[in-house]
């Protein structure tokens, strides 16, 4: 069975002290939930700090991107020998990078293999507009998406990445899609790794749905078989509703 894994996704949220208190306020909750990983993805930071304090916990950190390359000319970019050896985690394709900085599938597959050859295990967002789903054009857009990141990749390499579909239209608008609707999405992404790379690494990875996840839907999410956990953005900058997300995803996930 694949153990559910849900991240936080702080965004352009916290600064040192406040991204420190909501720590304080959930760090031991979280570290005693064992049947979850855990990932919190704090601004870039925090993340050195981050590391330290979660030394010897249960808990995976995160970055909420980086760049392709190694070194070099780009201002204002952060490398994944950077974070080689302080993160676990890279987010990588989410819509917002895509939408406000110009991300294409093909800045995607790099960052995604970057990660890769530096020992860090990539979230690879996916997910359409409104528009697209409106116009019955979701599995289109995300069949493209997937194949894009994952064509050329490993076999072997498959399963230490995660995917996270996110839907554009329920990312922070407070309507999330259904858990049938989700599952369904997963289910045709699965099928896609499944053609790309085999039975074997389809199973073995783990696919979380995100857009608009809180502690009062999270369940709906969970129960679904092909849903292996939530990428959180807003829900996650509050501890008590953050814990109960991932006590939730534990006690439905152990109940099956």
């Not at 050896?85 to 895509?98: A, L, N």
């Not at 259904?178 to 053609?195: M, S």
């Not at 999270?218 to 939530?230: K, L």
């Amino acid at each position: 069975m694949r153990k559910p894994i849900i991240a936080a996704n702080w965004k352009m949220n916290m600064d040192t002290v406040t991204g420190y208190e909501l720590m304080d306020d959930m760090l031991d909750e979280l570290d005693a939930i064992e049947d979850v990983e855990v990932v919190i993805c704090p601004p870039f930071i925090l993340l050195e700090s981050f590391a330290e304090l979660f030394d010897g916990t249960g808990l995976y950190l995160g970055a909420q991107d980086m760049f392709w390359e190694e070194r070099g000319a780009y201002t204002g970019e952060i490398s994944p020998l950077m974070l080689r050896g302080m993160c676990d985690y890279v987010i990588v394709g989410h819509s917002e990078r895509r939408q406000y900085f110009g991300e294409t599938d093909e800045t995607v597959r790099r960052k995604v293999d970057a990660a890769l050859a530096y020992e860090l295990k990539p979230i690879v967002c996916v997910g359409e507009n409104l528009q697209q789903n409106e116009a019955g054009e979701t599995l289109e857009v995300i069949h493209r998406q997937v194949t894009a990141a994952f064509y050329e990749m490993d076999n072997a390499k498959v399963p230490d990445c995660v995917i996270a579909y996110e839907p554009i239209w329920a990312i922070g608008t407070g309507r999330p899609a259904t858990g049938e609707g989700a599952n369904q999405v997963i289910g045709a992404i699965r099928q896609k790794i499944l053609e790309l790379h085999g039975e074997d690494a389809a199973y073995a990875m783990r696919i979380q749905y995100g857009g608009s996840v809180n502690e009062g839907n999270i369940a709906e999410f969970i129960s679904q078989p092909e849903i292996d956990g939530a990428l959180v953005g807003g829900a996650s900058l509050n501890a008590e509703q953050f814990v109960r997300i991932v006590a939730i995803t534990n006690e439905v996930k152990r109940s099956r």
